[in-house]
C-alpha cells in the first residue's frame, strides 16, 4: 500500500471505526471484546486489499458479517459472559432509563441463538431489506423472514419487561444504535 493509501486507511478507520464497533458488538451477542476482535480482523483483512476497494465501508461490514456466520457455524453457543468492567450503574434519572433498556436488550439478545441475533441486527439495527439480509447469510429471503419471525417472538418471551419500558413519542429517544421494537405480551 503507497502512502496516499496508508492516509486514506487511517482516516476511514478514525472516522467510521465506532459506528462499525457498535455492529460488531451488536453482531457478537453484546460483547464487546469479541466484538473488538471482530473489527480488528475485518479490518485486517480491508487493508490487505485496500487500493482496490471500492466502498470501504460496505466491504468491511461485509467481512464483519460473514466472520460472525463463521463464528457461529464453528463455535457452540458460549453459556458465560465475561465483561472487564460491572455495566452502567446509571447516573441519576437522566441515564437510568437508557441504560436500564441497554441491559435489558443485551440480556434478552444474549439468549437468542447466533443466527437469530444477526438476522435482528442486519434487519432492524443495519436497517437492510430481507433480500440483502438472505444474500449476506446465504439463504433465502423466507428463510430471513421465518428467522425474523422466530427471533421476535423469542425476545418477547425472553424479555417480556421491555412491554414496562416502552415509551410514548413524547418521551426521550432510545439510546444511539436502538429501534424501537412493539414488545407485546
Known amino acids: 500500500m503507497d502512502a496516499a493509501g496508508q492516509e486514506g486507511f487511517r482516516e476511514f478507520v478514525s472516522n467510521r471505526s465506532a459506528a462499525l ?3 460488531a458488538v451488536l453482531l457478537s451477542g453484546g460483547d464487546r ?3 473488538e476482535d471482530l473489527l480488528q480482523n475485518a479490518l485486517i483483512k480491508a487493508a490487505g486489499r485496500w487500493d482496490r476497494i471500492e466502498e470501504p465501508e460496505a ?3 461485509q467481512i464483519l458479517y460473514r466472520q460472525q456466520v463463521s463464528r457461529w457455524r464453528l463455535k457452540g453457543r458460549r453459556r458465560e459472559l465475561t465483561v472487564a468492567e460491572p455495566p452502567d450503574s446509571g447516573s441519576g434519572a ?4 437508557a441504560a436500564e433498556l441497554r441491559l435489558v436488550m443485551r440480556e434478552a439478545l444474549s439468549r437468542l441463538t447466533a443466527r437469530q441475533r444477526t438476522v435482528l441486527v442486519l434487519r432492524f439495527f443495519e436497517d437492510l431489506p ?3 439480509v ?3 447469510l446465504g439463504c433465502s429471503v423466507g428463510t430471513v423472514r421465518s428467522t ?3 427471533s421476535l417472538a423469542r425476545l418477547r418471551a425472553h424479555a417480556p419487561e421491555l412491554t414496562a419500558l416502552g415509551r410514548s413519542d413524547a418521551e426521550e429517544p432510545l439510546p444511539r444504535g436502538f429501534a424501537a421494537v412493539e414488545v407485546r405480551p
Do not use: C, N, Q, S
Open 33 to 35: 471484546h469479541a466484538g
Open 148 to 150: 425474523t419471525h422466530r
Open 130 to 132: 430481507e433480500a440483502d
Open 134 to 136: 438472505a444474500r449476506i
Open 59 to 61: 466491504y468491511v461490514r
Open 21 to 23: 464497533l457498535r455492529t
Open 94 to 97: 437522566d441515564g437510568a432509563g
